[in-house]
């Protein structure tokens, strides 16, 4: 199997991963339940993760990193901490279900600000033309459909200047590309662990600079003799027991990134989009969707086939041993924003893992359906 579905899940962990999570199932506890061995055991290691985490997207404390089971549940606490129904809101026209559906839920007053895809120049004057007025502005760093990098920096400059609350949502950019909650400002940055951090499923990331509100309640271990949630963080977001297994191995997949540095990494995903890129450009009736600017665009790649359902591809790719993912990828507003609503798009998405004989077979495995062999 060619596993190019990266910006869903990375399949492909460093082994230090899965050893460590499949170690802490059979030797941790809870943290914050017990002074025994196996209960300070896993207290350590989710301080561990905490510190890395810290210091790899520079926040002030571990305590201001909290576990979440994804970036959708960190985005949805984010959004719920900030947002109150009838708040106006801006975000890109590149954001995912994950920021949309809770706005909606909310009620609130969503404004989009768009503009062509690659193109961050337009992007910047829809954003500043509605800027005023608003009461947060939630941005994701990378498509997931398109890998298009958003001006985020420039963003948050204009939101600190106006002191407008910003969540940026990391999904695709936490792993490959620098993410600072320092030099950005951002009240929140979401983010998930099995994505570029290369963690389990079932882990996430919420780095906090804001108040929050909790979207669950009950025991942390702290604090129990008070019915109200703990005030302080990490245990005023953290209801429940932990995901011990999870958190060791997200450890591993962040201490995997430090060790392996995210420019190297963002240079290979680079090289391995550029390639597909190239070799898909050179089939005739195939539309690649990519960045004349290198610089614009991180390890997601979309493409067509004209007069082909792009499901279909999807699946046909599959059957060939090729793992994409076709259709609107839980993005419809990016969809919209770059015209391929009506229509989808595949697209293969890139690791540290991912080899240019791979992508050079990938290539073929196209083409040669594009022919109909």
């Not at 810290?54 to 549940?73: D, K, M, R, Y």
């Not at 962040?254 to 989009?273: D, F, P, Q």
């Given at each position: 199997m060619i596993y190019l579905d990266n910006a869903a899940t990375t399949l492909q962990k460093p082994p230090a991963v899965p050893r460590a999570a499949s170690y802490a199932m059979c030797h941790m506890a809870t943290p914050g339940r017990g002074g025994h061995a196996p209960a300070m055991l896993a207290a350590d290691?989710?301080?561990?993760?905490?510190?890395?985490?810290?210091?790899?997207?520079?926040?002030?404390?571990?305590?201001?990193?909290?576990?979440?089971?994804?970036?959708?549940?960190?985005?949805?606490?984010?959004?719920?901490?900030?947002?109150?129904?009838?708040?106006?809101?801006?975000?890109?026209?590149?954001?995912?279900?994950?920021?949309?559906?809770p706005l909606h839920a909310l009620g609130a007053d969503i404004r989009v600000a768009s503009g062509p895809l690659f193109e961050p120049g337009k992007l910047m004057e829809s954003f500043r033309s509605q800027l005023k007025g608003v009461s947060c502005v939630i941005c994701n760093h990378v498509s997931n459909v398109f890998g298009y990098i958003l001006p985020v920096e420039r963003m948050a400059a204009l939101c600190r200047a106006g002191g407008i609350p910003l969540i940026l949502d990391a999904s695709q950019s936490a792993g490959c590309l620098p993410v600072s909650l320092a030099e950005l400002g951002a009240a929140f940055i979401a983010m998930p662990g099995h994505k570029g951090l290369y963690g389990p499923q079932g882990t996430g990331l919420l780095l906090c600079a804001a108040q929050t509100r909790p979207l669950l309640e009950g025991g942390t271990g702290s604090?129990?003799?008070?019915?109200?949630?703990?005030?302080?963080?990490?245990?005023?977001?953290?209801?429940?027991?932990?995901?011990?297994?999870?958190?060791?191995?997200?450890?591993?997949?962040?201490?995997?990134?430090?060790?392996?540095?995210?420019?190297?990494?963002?240079?290979?995903?680079?090289?391995?989009?550029?390639?597909?890129?190239?070799?898909?450009?050179?089939?005739?009736?195939?539309?690649?969707?990519?960045?004349?600017?290198?610089?614009?665009?991180?390890?997601?790649?979309?493409?067509?086939?004209?007069?082909?359902?792009?499901?279909?591809?999807?699946?046909?790719?599959?059957?060939?041993?090729?793992?994409?993912?076709?259709?609107?990828?839980c993005a419809p507003l990016a969809h919209q924003s770059a015209g391929t609503f009506e229509t989808g798009t595949i697209r293969a998405s890139f690791s540290s893992f991912s080899t240019r004989r791979e992508v050079d077979q990938f290539v073929r495995e196209v083409a040669a359906l594009r022919r109909g062999a």
């Open positions: 290691t989710a301080f561990a993760c905490r510190q890395a985490a810290a210091e790899l997207f520079q926040v002030e404390g571990p305590e201001q990193v909290v576990f979440t089971f994804n970036a959708t549940h960190a985005l949805n606490i984010a959004i719920k901490s900030l947002v109150k129904p009838g708040d106006t809101v801006l975000i890109s026209g590149y954001e995912h279900n994950a920021v949309t559906r604090a129990s003799a008070c019915q109200e949630m703990p005030d302080f963080l990490p245990d005023r977001l953290e209801a429940g027991t932990h995901n011990i297994p999870g958190v060791a191995g997200l450890l591993e997949g962040l201490r995997y990134v430090k060790e392996r540095g995210t420019g190297s990494i963002l240079a290979h995903e680079r090289a391995m989009t550029c390639l597909a890129a190239r070799g898909l450009s050179e089939i005739p009736g195939v539309m690649v969707y990519t960045a004349a600017d290198r610089v614009r665009q991180a390890g997601v790649l979309s493409f067509q086939l004209d007069g082909m359902d792009c499901e279909a591809v999807g699946d046909a790719l599959g059957a060939r041993g090729v793992a994409v993912r076709a259709g609107l990828h």
